[in-house]
């Protein structure tokens, strides 16, 4: 009588010869220590845990390969940074964890928010003659940008270009 193999028997007899190659062994370490950095970061950034946490986890993680924890470290910090927010934690680790200025930064994020508040009223002004074009208009009429695709084109550029200033910033 013919024996019936499960499906898991079938994927296990097909890849009993198959092996991981160094390069992708490295990479899916890689992708581990992105993940576990990234729930630590996320953890200190949402108040869960303190920074002291986050740089024994660091440590812990990183011993013998220090500078490529720091680059992925710097990496997941920098994508966090919010130019109209509050980032001090993403600041403090940077300065605490990384030994890396916050001043830079905090230069290109003020580049960024005089650059939106300069041009906003241009964009509500346009908005304002669009809308009393469609016979809407009044005192009590304020446009929302937030629907504008004028307005969010341009906010999604600045912020593009934020982003490219940002990570191209030195470590000191």
């Known amino acids: 009588m013919a024996e019936i193999k499960s499906t898991l028997d079938l994927v296990l007899e097909r890849t009993k010869n198959l092996a ?16 576990n950095l990234r729930g630590w970061t996320m953890k200190f950034l949402n108040g869960l845990s303190d920074l002291k946490s986050l740089k024994k ?31 001090r934690k993403i600041y403090q680790i ?4 990384l030994g890396i200025k916050k001043d830079p930064y905090l230069a290109v994020s003020r ?12 964009f ?23 629907r504008d695709e004028e307005w969010n084109l341009f906010y999604q550029q600045t912020l593009s270009d934020f982003r490219r200033q940002i990570s191209r910033l030195p470590d000191n």
Do not use: W
Not at 94 to 97: I, S
Not at 111 to 122: C, H, L, M, N, V
């Open 57 to 87: 986890e660091m440590e812990r993680d990183g011993k013998g390969r220090e500078e490529n924890v720091r680059k992925i470290l710097k990496e997941l910090t920098i994508e966090q940074i919010n130019p109209a927010g509050d980032n």
């Open 111 to 122: 580049a960024f928010q005089a650059r939106i508040a300069s041009e906003q009223p241009e």
């Open 20 to 35: 991981m190659t160094a390069e992708e062994k490295e990479s899916f370490q890689r992708r581990e220590r992105e993940e």
């Open 94 to 97: 940077l300065e605490k964890l």
């Open 124 to 146: 509500l002004k346009r908005a304002r003659i669009r809308l009393a074009e469609q016979g809407i208009s009044g005192s009590a009429v304020h446009p929302d940008l937030s």
